[in-house]
């Protein structure tokens, strides 16, 4: 594990979770304003959370952003949250970066950059920066590497990392069916995204030299292209595939539906990232092996604290939180990641993995969810 995962580790705790989740939030629709406050926002500066595209992943994280306006008091400093869908599209990005920065109630924006190497976009976060507007990114970076000036901080998973774990939860659940080599598929909205780039990258550097993997797989957010990118995985490689990796949240339910309808799960070991309520209860049917879950509700709650330190400046939360900022990682708040398997008859074992990442039974993650009023993760 890196430095900077165990660090940023330690802050996130999963301490978010004794807050009172508001529970019912998607993201079907933008808000003007938060529904947390009740009469006149006159006078009130707007924090923007635009994400890349709608998905039950969001549910949660938009309860975690609506938990910490809460939480810290936003209102207090004038502040109120507002969430913002996009179309699954670097263009619905710009044009909502456009957008926002015409409106003068604007004073901070986190977004997860659909495209890391988009410079159309990196040019319209640049130009915010430029109105004093505050950026940051959650979930989704820019590529930090060619544009160290498009943001201020990054709040997520430590994506490199929890390709890792995925890769490593792919390869034992190969080793205990006796698969010692083959080939495998990853899909994703995007393949050149930061996270999905990272994660990828960490699942192959897990499994290869033994296993090979035959090609990365995106469907531009479009489910129906996400279902159809499995058919022709299948058709394609069938007689070398022992595994299909779901990067985003709603691979998972495509993978495991089409290997379902093929009937190769034996054959094949369905590993994903992420836990909609779809691929909940096709894990509780069988057809998922594993799935490695980010804390998107963390991630909500994070970004209310950062963006109002950043408004406000608050120096002592921000060094509290980046102690080592200006540093390589140093700009980076590491949420945490659990990994989610079958009650039974999997060869998964908490021991096998490091301290800072928290291994749960399915029953036991349906329960804590049920807890907190989440259906997804």
Known sequence: MSQGFRRCASHFGWLTLCCVLIAGCGGKADDKKSSTNSGSTAGMKRLIFLNNTDSPFWDACRSGL????????????????????????AEGQIEKLR???TESDVAAIAISVI??????????????????????????????????????????????????VL??????????????????????GYTDNDNARSRMDGVAEVLSPAYKQIDRMPDETDRTKAQQNVRTAIANHEKDLVAL?????????????????????????VATFDAEEGAI????????????????????VQTARVLKAMVAKDDGTLKELFPHAGQP??????????VVAPDSDTPLKADQFDKTVEYMSLSKFKDWLKKYNLKSS
């Open 329 to 338: 990682n140093g700009n980076n708040l590491t949420t945490g990641l659990r």
């Open 99 to 101: 957008q926002f920065g």
């Open 245 to 269: 990796l779901g990067i985003w949240s709603y691979n998972a339910p495509a993978i495991a539906g089409v290997v379902d309808q093929e009937k190769l799960h034996d054959k094949i070991v």
């Open 115 to 164: 495209q890391a190497d988009s410079e159309a976009i990196v040019a319209e976060l640049r130009k915010l920066q430029d109105k004093g507007i505050k950026i940051i990114t959650v979930d989704g970076d820019v590529n930090a590497k060619k544009f160290p000036d498009a943001r201020a901080y990054y709040i997520g998973t430590d994506n490199k990392i929890g390709g890792n």
């Open 167 to 188: 890769g490593q939860c792919t390869k034992t659940l190969l080793e205990s069916r006796g698969v010692k080599s083959g080939g495998y598929v990853q899909f994703a």
């Open 66 to 89: 609506l938990e910490g306006e809460k939480k810290f008091d936003l209102a207090g400093a004038s502040l109120t949250v507002s969430w913002q869908s996009n179309n699954g599209t």
């Open 281 to 300: 209860k096709q894990m509780t049917e069988g057809k998922i092996d594993v799935m490695v879950v980010q804390d998107p509700f963390g991630m909500g």
